[in-house]
């Protein structure tokens, strides 16, 4: 069987190649062709297309570089045509994979199309369930709540388990045990180069303002596919690490951009509050709430339906406002332990099932049954 898949960003490189190990398990003749990143390649993946050429984040980072938005769609596209795949299978990355579903259904109407971690059209652009829908032949979902979302419209959306509680997973079984006093402030700016830009500076300053009176080492954490360079004029005493998880083990509390960073962070078991940068600030606060159809932004909060971490969003990202709840964090032990117990309960939330094993097998079993 022929696997064509488009990944966007480094989580869904990621993603995929779980995904990939776990079809191979299924199907060991599988060929594996499509657009991601090196984890994808390192799986036998035939790469036409890396992520960080595919990246962009916002109208303006997409309108300045249009021309290779474009030039990715006709990569994708040739692709496609030029090997034929049994099934296309989506991660995330909706504004391009929703695009190439519609290319796929049209020129290739005998190729399976499988949407696994379909996006968050429960929280905005709702009208996407629709497409997503009418494109998809499978769609597997990454949180419990998906299921009754789809549902809503009628339509039919299978809950595979979450791939992040696997991550997780394998990490405290190859490293149970972390020794080193969990005394230090972790920082987790992004993972694209404009929202660090815009969110470590701020962290930065309220950790250091933190730090005069509580003497705790920052620990800034770097993302996949961004250089240490480009980290340096941002630091002074500060560790840079490439080890997220091991850093949030040993951290006594976490600042975290919004994103699936939120939920490691929980399932790890580190106190956090959650930031996320907009232009505009306080002017930007209102529409929030026009923009999105859920009262929670981040991972945390909407999986437990109320407020677990506190979410410091547009206007209320400042450096007071951080180092505030930061100190709060690390002196409050009853609010400690409180989000700590929320944290179990979210990961009750989301069982033990293997998300790629699980996904491998329908998608596996929707291919051998095609015709």
């Known amino acids: 069987m022929t696997y064509f898949l488009i990944a966007g960003e480094a989580s869904g490189d990621l993603h995929a190649s779980n995904l990939m190990q776990a079809l191979l398990q ?25 992520y960080r050429q595919m990246a962009f984040m916002g109208f303006v980072a997409v309108f300045q570089n249009l021309h290779k938005v474009r030039a990715n769609f006709r990569i994708a596209q040739q692709g496609l045509l030029n090997h034929p795949p049994d099934v296309l299978i989506l991660i995330d990355y909706p504004s391009f994979n929703l695009r190439m579903a519609a290319f796929c259904k049209k020129h290739l109407p005998q190729t399976k ?18 497409a997503i829908a009418r494109y998809c032949d499978r769609i597997l979902g990454i949180f419990p709540f998906e299921e009754d979302f789809y549902r809503q419209y009628g339509y039919h959306c299978t809950y595979v388990g979450n791939p992040t509680m696997d991550s997780i997973r394998a990490h405290t079984t190859e490293q149970p045990n972390i020794d080193t006093p969990a005394r230090t402030i972790a920082l987790l700016p992004g993972s694209r180069k404009n929202e660090i830009a815009h969110c470590l500076p701020v962290m930065l300053a309220a950790a250091r303002q933190v730090q005069q009176h509580t ?13 240490d360079d480009f980290y340096a004029p941002y630091l002074q005493h500060e560790t840079l690490t490439r080890d997220t998880y091991v850093a949030l083990q040993q951290a006594s509390a976490a600042v975290v951009n919004s994103g699936t960073a939120t939920l490691e962070t929980a399932l790890l078991g580190c106190p956090q509050t959650a930031v996320y940068y907009v232009a505009g600030g306080k002017l930007t606060n209102p529409l929030r709430y026009l923009c999105f159809s859920i009262p929670h932004f981040t991972l945390v ?4 339906r109320h407020e677990v971490i506190k979410e410091l969003l547009a206007g209320d990202f400042t450096q007071q406002k951080v180092a505030a709840e ?27 099932q293997p998300a790629a094993t699980t996904a491998a097998q329908l998608i596996y079993a929707l291919v051998s049954s095609k015709g």
């Open 113 to 130: 199309i499988v949407y696994y971690i379909p996006p968050k059209v429960w929280a905005w652009k709702k009208r996407r369930v629709h």
């Open 26 to 50: 299924q199907d060991p003749q599988a060929h594996f062709v499509g657009l991601g990143g090196d984890k994808m390649r390192q799986c036998g993946c035939t790469l036409l297309q890396d």
């Open 301 to 304: 909060n909407i999986l437990a």
């Open 215 to 227: 003497h705790h080492p920052i620990v800034v954490t770097a993302a996949p596919g961004v250089e």
């Open 326 to 352: 930061l100190q709060r964090l690390l002196d409050d032990t009853a609010y400690r332990e409180h989000m700590l117990h929320e944290y179990e309960q979210i990961r009750q939330l989301l069982g033990q």
